[in-house]
């Protein structure tokens, strides 16, 4: 049961514990429970993560963008001091 475990893990990372529960379940063997399928994901150095959330940069943007950067190549460190950046 654990490679079947490790297997539907591997093959899409982002499944839920849940999803991996039903995908593994035989009707030879009991049904793990989810925690049971978390500790062995952990146990096999597989810790459940959540991907960052990146903004999406259209192409627009994009080119708007490398516009501004190649506008400002020549700006050397007193005008950077001068500009503010909000992060």
């Known amino acids: 049961m654990d ?3 490790l297997r539907a893990c591997r093959e899409d990372p982002r499944r839920t514990s849940t999803d991996i529960q039903v995908s593994v379940t035989s009707p030879n063997e009991p049904v793990p429970s989810r925690m049971t399928i978390r500790r062995r994901l952990q146990v096999a150095g597989l810790h459940g993560r959540r991907p960052v959330k990146k903004p999406l940069v259209s192409l627009k943007n994009r080119k708007a963008r490398v516009e501004w950067a190649k506008q ?3 700006w050397g460190p007193r005008e950077w001091a ?3 950046w909000s992060d």
Do not use: G, T, V
């Open 72 to 74: 400002h190549l020549s």
């Open 82 to 84: 001068n500009h503010i």
């Open 3 to 5: 490679r079947n475990i």
